[in-house]
């Protein structure tokens, strides 16, 4: 590119991943290949580098934007630039690089450190993350939120009299029948083992046990089929605990616990606070 940031040479390599021939390309501004949302900094950005001492951008200070291809379609690419002087006249060198695969990978990753693979749910790795900044967003900002800790009600019979394979389905259908009653926002996530657990945003504690109980409903009339079809009804005992001023991530969680076993201790099917 020129000093005005007109693009002067178009290997091969640019030309398969943009989509654009060479022919097509040359001294057009490089910003024709960037998101629109990328263009207004960029200028700003090229004088402050063609100004400073730095001849060229490190690997570790790689700006990672989206671009744009031929047809409209956008990918994300890392870009180094380099800059030179030719006959006392500064040029620049961008290399690009498509990061489209690496990023579909890390996207996997994350995913997959996330979610509970046997009920397609948020698992506690990710819930703990959410749980932290929705603390801190309530402490900064004032937003109230309430957690509910579940427990399905004598689970352990359910495996020994089914069967394993039963009681996953009882966890996946529980899983399920749960994320169509609560909210978009809300985040449900297995704890671990039969517990899971849901964080209500923006929800004070009497409507949150108002969800509560609608969940405990909709469970109690859910049926899974043993192996030899035969119906397998279960409950779920459910505390509920809104965030409070000397509330932490640690507190929250453990006094939603101890509603749950008030609620367990109180007959099970319940919901308490």
């Not at 990328?38 to 934007?65: L, P, T």
């Not at 397998?232 to 929250?252: K, N, Q």
């Amino acid at each position: 590119m020129d000093a005005q940031q007109n693009i002067q040479l178009f290997n091969n390599a640019a030309e398969k991943i943009f989509g654009y021939s060479a022919d097509e390309i040359l001294g057009q501004s490089i910003t024709r290949l960037m998101k629109e949302k990328f263009r207004a900094n960029h200028g700003n950005y090229i004088k402050q580098f063609a100004d400073s001492d730095i001849q060229s951008r490190d690997m570790i200070s790689r700006v990672m934007i989206l671009a744009v291809k031929k047809d409209g379609s956008e990918f994300p690419v890392e870009i180094t630039i380099s800059k030179i002087s030719i006959n006392g006249k500064k040029e620049f060198t961008a290399i690009i690089r498509d990061v489209s695969n690496r990023i579909a990978f890390i996207e996997k990753l994350q995913h997959k450190l996330n979610t509970d693979n046997l009920t397609g749910l948020n698992n506690r790795n990710y819930f703990d993350g959410q749980l932290v900044e929705i603390s801190q967003q309530y402490k900064r900002f004032g937003h109230t939120f309430c957690v509910l800790m579940f427990d399905l009600d004598k689970f352990k019979m359910v495996n020994d009299t089914y069967g394993h394979p039963i009681g996953d389905k009882v966890l996946q259908e529980f899983a399920k029948k749960t994320k169509q009653v609560i909210r978009e926002v809300d985040i449900l996530a297995r704890f671990g083992g039969e517990e899971f657990i849901a964080l209500l945003p923006n929800t004070r504690l009497k409507a949150a046990k108002e969800v509560a109980n609608r969940i405990r409903q909709r469970i109690s009339q859910q049926i899974v089929l043993s192996q030899d079809h035969e119906p397998v009804t279960f409950t779920v005992s459910i505390g509920v605990a809104e965030f409070s001023p000397h509330d932490d991530t640690e507190s929250i969680i453990k006094r939603a616990d101890d509603a749950l076993y008030r609620a367990k201790n109180s007959g099970r099917n319940r919901v308490s606070d």
